[in-house]
T-cell receptor, first 114, second 114 residues
């Protein structure tokens, strides 16, 4: 068990460009979450997958954001036409579910939009 | 709608003294409650949870928390603080009404002075 990994750890992009982040959850975890965290705030829920199905998506998530988990293993989060307000830490977490609700977080991808 | 409040931005305590980090919540159904800790330059780590059962739950590193349904609180406690406990602490909640959205508080920075 190597924990949750995220790639890249840092991304600097120009406004208007598209970016894609990857998350590899703990292998036996069927639940996967994406969050966004800005300085001085707690993680903000973006979306949730159970296996390959995206079961919940925040209303705060604009149409520029999309996430996939094609085979129920790794997941990608894409942001199209990035804006400066998208600059944040993007966190991925996974959990077993059932009585094991606790989430295990990856180190995050820090996005800077210039 | 779900919400979490951590009323203190920072808690200062002397090493060896007891510590309390406060959390109150609001959910529609029954709460699933969590505490996470974030050390500098490290990812969020799970500390403890309340799902059901005993109101006093024990977690990692000697921390415990008490679920109080009437006061809708889930305060984090430790009998004797260590300097190494200095970190950012987040309370989180989701409810049991079928959604998977987890709401995090804004965080409380704990500073333990030697």
């Amino acid at each position: 068990d190597t924990g949750v990994s995220q790639d890249p750890r840092h991304k600097i992009t120009k406004r208007g460009q598209n970016v894609t982040f990857r998350c590899d959850p703990i292998s036996e975890h069927n639940r996967l979450y994406w969050y966004r965290q800005t300085l001085g705030q707690g993680p903000e829920f973006l979306t949730y997958f159970q296996n390959e199905a995206q079961l919940e998506k925040s209303r705060l998530l604009s149409d520029r954001f999309s996430a996939e988990r094609p085979k129920g293993s790794f997941s990608t989060l894409e942001i199209q036409r990035t804006e400066q307000g998208d600059s944040a830490m993007y966190l991925c977490a996974s959990s077993l579910g059932g009585s094991r609700e606790e989430q295990y977080f990856g180190p995050g991808t820090r996005l800077t939009v210039t | 709608a779900q919400s979490v409040a951590q009323p203190e931005d920072q808690v200062n305590v002397a090493e060896g003294n007891p510590l309390t980090v406060k959390c109150t919540y609001s959910v529609s159904g029954n709460p699933y409650l969590f505490w996470y800790v974030q050390y500098p330059n490290r990812g969020l780590q799970f500390l403890l949870k309340y799902i059901t059962g005993d109101n006093l739950v024990k977690g990692s590193y000697g921390f415990e928390a008490e679920f109080n349904k009437s006061q809708t609180s889930f305060h984090l406690k430790k009998p004797s603080a260590l300097v190494s406990d200095s970190a950012l602490y987040f309370c989180a909640v989701r409810d049991d009404t079928g959604g998977f959205k987890t709401i995090f508080g804004a965080g409380t920075r704990l500073f333990v002075k030697a």
